[in-house]
């Protein structure tokens, strides 16, 4: 009869809800069962001191645990959560530095998202949790009150994957009114993600409408394809260390590279305004997206002037095939530092992916005379740094 | 020293990695600890049977269920997974009706998604699993070898909210290239989701895509705003049941409109190539958003000629409300059948939120001799039928 009661109200409330606009799920839930710690918990909890707190209700597990990607950037520690007499669980963290941070939750050895989060940044086999720390170190690639680019997902038909495929393309605002047209920027993202990343946790789409309300960046328009790959089918297997295993990947890049180029780039200049020459085009790509920017770049030079490896390089093992690979980049330096207007690269000082990679890959231009940057940043191998990379090469990009 | 030996093999292999196109962080991961089940999981499985099985690896978890929305359709069952050996969690579900489906899992009283699957629908407060049983019934919906649109994320300012604010803008197949002006529809989603909803589990891309490659609809573009209000800072306090709080979820609910009517479709009509007058406007939404039409579309039927109200209606407390609101709407039958080209009712004949207060505005709009059609399809309160409804309501428009 009480169960009864209960459900006539909780019905009458739904009714009230749905006509005036409060969620109808929210509402159902409410009257049938005993209030938790659940329902009021906020997780993460960023505190006025940039100190963030999380939470997790788990009253069964004997276990959880936090790890997120200041850790690698060297701006603090994660590690387990400590449970209260109702079952929440909590760790604060920091003070960090503001900034965007990804980071996963493990419950007894379950990876998940943090339940009580819905801002996630999507990969091709996980998601991760995100969250924000304010401030005026974050303000590059905050949400702000200025003009914006639209974010677009566009979904073409891919000749090299006989499959439709999507890519995200960011258009500067005053592009759908106006009849200008466009250099383009294609920027790659790393293994493990896919076109969506640079426009979730990389905040692409924020970068350069703040660095074009400030006029530090030239209006362009930003191409982010899907890099991660499908090996070809006649690819040797995958077995690391084997013989076969670096003629496989090469396969597998290559098989980007032709995407890019000819389906990719076509598609970009036949639908949109653009200026279609190699001065006007940029490539960069961060660890997997910098190596298949180096794949692309010094072997079709005349198709892009501006070239970023962030987080990547060339291995010592790999340098002689990469030096034969690109010989008419490097047998003419002259030549080649009259196409190439920027050669930048980026790694963090403690990336143990890529440091060495990296450093070994300027040794290797320097050592050919040809002109390029070399930035060294804090931390490790984190979006962290690949949004400060976006920021400081999209503003020397089509001067 | 075992030790040493591995983290120079795990840097080697990441180094050709890096080189070579595949996640280094994948590779990362390889070496470094034992297998276990988690590495080669795969849940959700779809056989092919149109049967599903979940699988999670959590050994230590005492209690694992799995809740979707095939269950409130009516198409099966969820509940508890069974444990194995190994820690791996499972259950069959189904066959399934080929359809995207969501769900969640349920860790010891957790809800989360599920960690080896990356496909997700994204609300305000929640994150949802999806998956697909490929099948001839859920073609319409489908990813296909078709031209497609694309989704533009836009920001703009919003005045009745003094903050920036995305929609997401479904532009049709050709919009960029050409130069031709197309009617708009606007399509609002329903409590605890948010303007992406309407591109994920709601397919509306997809389902345009796939009615245009067919020629069943005409060319138009969908505009899909977040409906989730803050509500107003002068409102009531939100207790369910008080007195005040109708008139606060009233002034919720004209918030929206307030944002619809003075802030996005300015901003679409002064951005996008379109047909701006009632005759080529549509507006339609699901539970909340069907709330937010009816609040909308009968005092504002100069600016809609097409109205759709989905899982949705007018319980019968708020009908002699819902008419003195609408006096202009039904005094005038002829008048109001002359400018409404359609009123389109949908609803789950097993929606127990929302299959009465439907019904009750069916027979309200014929009591006054108002011209709509009503449609009682199966099943309850999901996305399964409001894929359905956006199939079917979109063919009728701009007719």
Redesign the interface.
Known sequence: MAQQRSSC?A??????????????????Q?PRREPTPNDTLKSPEVLPDHRVTFR????????VSVSGDWIAQGRGVGGKLEKDDK?VWSITVGPLVPDFYSYTLT???????D??N?M?K??????DSMFEVPGEEAAFQA???VP?G????????SKALDT?RSMHIYTPPGY??GKAKYPVFYLLH???DEDSGW?TIGRA?FILDNLLAAKKAKPMIVVMPNGS?PRPANAAP?M??SPG??TA??A??DR?ADELLNNVIPYVE???RVLANGENRAIAGL??G???T??IAPSNLDKFAYVGVWS????Q??TADFEKRNAQFFESPDKTNKMLKLFWIGVGEKD???N??AKNLAELLKAHGITYEFHESEGG?TWINWRHYLSDYAQLLFR
Not at 11 to 26: E, H, K, Y
Not at 56 to 63: G, H, T, V
Not at 312 to 315: D, R
């Open positions: 109200l019905v009458a409330l739904v009714l009230l809800f749905l006509a005036s606009g409060v969620s109808p799920w929210a509402a159902a409410m997790i209700y788990a009253p069964k597990a004997s276990e079952g419950v007894d050895g379950v990876r998940t998202i339940p009580k819905a996630i999507q990969g091709v086999a996980s998601v949400l702000g009150p914006h639209d974010i677009r997902i566009v979904w073409y038909q439709m759908e009114s790393g293994g493990g426009s789409g790959m995958m690391p260390g295993a670096a990947n090469a597998t890049q980007f036949k639908n949109y660890s997997m910098g190596g298949q180096l794949r990547s390089g060339v291995n093992q790999m143990q992916l890529a060495a990679g191998h």
